[in-house]
């Protein structure tokens, strides 16, 4: 049986993208397809995505949406079915999706979101061109107020909402309320009042009919107060409809035996190519061979969340290893400064890359021996995926998707021959050295290094089984 349904999300890869969202958003269409569900994304009109829209249709026309005239436009682009919202007036401008150049928050971002719920609903209760969707599923809290204008439509889809980082929340000052077209009725508990103001992401869960996040560890973690950031108890009432589905990536972008941006591709049977890729990535960031030891690489937003400031203090234990540590990673200005200072004062042993760029994210995962992901919480995480994939072993934090994701290679699990990686436990510095040594040992003994490598290669981290649970859950919701 067929089946609709409305994506809707700030990103997706390869249109528009500053993190793991965008390739979660860009990869689950193709793979829900052999399934039997047929997904049409909503996006925000940022340049890139009308641009790639350019012979799209026009399938509705708004007179006012939040400021301005808009319309949404239809077509196919980047091999996903896409609806974008041109409202120059909310999405042209420079900076980036969600702040300025100089990192501050848009100041309109509640006008600029709630235009996506607002389109949302109105596709999803039949008011486009387009046919109404079957299933709205809403991806983060820029799309969590599509759940609260839905709820007070006649007609609305059935619900799904996906936390991807509670952690970012969406709230605005409750004045905000007669502005973003809401009845008064909704600025409540049970409704989208949040904290003395309006939670997006509150409205989101507390509207859907389900409710996903990306691993099942973190659907636990999030259920208790150091892990819910506020919303444990919503969450705890709705326990029975939250589901854990583990995000996968695209094997077709990450697949070591055909990826353009490596120096040499290579495969789990033949792991030469690796080699190649190791002195490209220490020609990129001037690093000497590290002989007979290995080379730590990192592709991460740079905050203390992504735990960097503990691998910043951790550096100097990592270089008595004799290791090295290629770091690519933007956020935090104080966390740049930090591993800038540790670059310079480390020549030849550590080198850093500020910024996001796929080509080097993909040489690192070729060319790096291990990647480290020194997480405090982590909802899943992607780049671990990326690393096993690709035979970069995975250093990690016991947290989230990454404790579902990486076997540790301890004796039973190296007895056993089915360890993928290392893991930490609890998050501190004293851990992370302790794991940053322990992987160092392990390198050392080639004949386990390389098995630990294909054991990673051989996980099936692609979305293949992951679509077929969501494509259960939608079917589950549906007369």
């Not at 301005?68 to 980047?78: D, E, T």
């Not at 009919?209 to 636990?220: C, F, L, M």
């Not at 108890?233 to 035996?257: A, C, T």
């Amino acid at each position: 049986m067929s089946l609709s349904v409305l994506a809707v999300a700030s990103e997706a890869y390869p249109l528009v993208k500053t993190g793991g969202l965008a390739d979660v958003v860009g990869a689950l269409p193709a793979a829900l397809a052999p399934t039997g569900v047929r997904v049409q994304t909503l996006l925000p009109g940022y340049g890139d995505v009308l641009h790639a829209l350019r012979d799209g249709e026009i399938v509705a026309r708004f007179d006012d949406l939040f400021g301005g005239p808009a319309a949404a436009v239809a077509g196919r682009a980047a091999g996903l079915d896409v609806i974008a919202i041109d409202a120059p007036h909310l999405y042209a401008r420079p900076g980036g999706l969600y702040a300025d150049g100089n990192g501050r928050d848009w100041p309109d971002n509640a006008f600029r979101f709630a235009a996506l719920g607002r389109v949302a609903a109105e596709i999803g209760r039949g008011a486009t061109a387009l046919p109404a969707p079957e299933i709205a599923h809403l991806h983060d809290w820029q799309s969590g107020l599509a759940a609260a204008y839905m709820a007070h439509a006649e007609r609305r889809p059935r619900i799904v909402a996906t936390i991807h980082n509670i952690a970012f929340q969406g709230w605005f000052p409750a004045q905000l309320l007669p502005r973003l077209g809401l009845p008064s009725e909704a600025m409540s508990i049970e409704g989208v009042e949040y904290y003395g103001g309006i939670g997006f992401l509150k409205a989101g869960i507390f509207y859907a009919d389900r409710i996903t996040t990306v691993s099942p560890s973190y659907a636990s973690e999030i259920l208790e107060p150091a892990g819910g950031m506020g919303l444990e108890g919503l969450l705890r009432s709705r326990k029975r409809d939250l589901f854990g589905i583990l995000n996968g990536i695209d094997v077709d972008v990450w697949d070591p035996e055909t990826d353009p941006r490596l120096e040499m591709r290579y495969s789990a049977r033949d792991l030469t190519g690796r080699r190649l890729n190791k002195r490209a990535l220490a020609e990129r960031f001037r690093l000497g061979q590290a002989n007979g030891a290995p080379t730590f690489g990192v592709v991460s937003r740079l905050s203390d969340q992504k735990g960097l400031d503990l691998l910043a203090d951790t550096a100097p234990a990592l270089l008595e290893t004799g290791a090295n540590l290629a770091v690519l990673g933007a956020g935090d200005a104080g966390l740049e400064r930090r591993f800038r200072a540790l670059a310079e004062t480390n020549p030849g042993r550590i080198g850093c890359a500020f910024g996001y760029d796929e080509t080097l994210a993909h040489l690192i995962q070729g060319g790096a021996d291990a990647l480290l992901v020194p997480s405090r919480f982590e909802p899943c995480g992607l780049t671990q995926l990326c690393a096993l994939r690709y035979g970069a072993v995975p250093v990690v934090a016991r947290v989230g998707g990454l404790a579902d994701t990486v076997i540790d290679a301890n004796p039973v699990a190296l007895a056993a021959g089915v360890a993928t990686g290392v893991q930490f436990s609890p998050v501190a510095r004293g851990a992370l050295e302790a794991a940053i040594r322990r992987t160092a040992a392990l390198y050392a003994d080639q004949a386990t290094w390389t098995r630990l490598q294909r054991n990673g290669m051989a996980t099936d981290v692609s979305w293949e089984a992951s679509a077929r649970i969501y494509a259960g859950l939608y079917r589950d919701l549906l007369p």
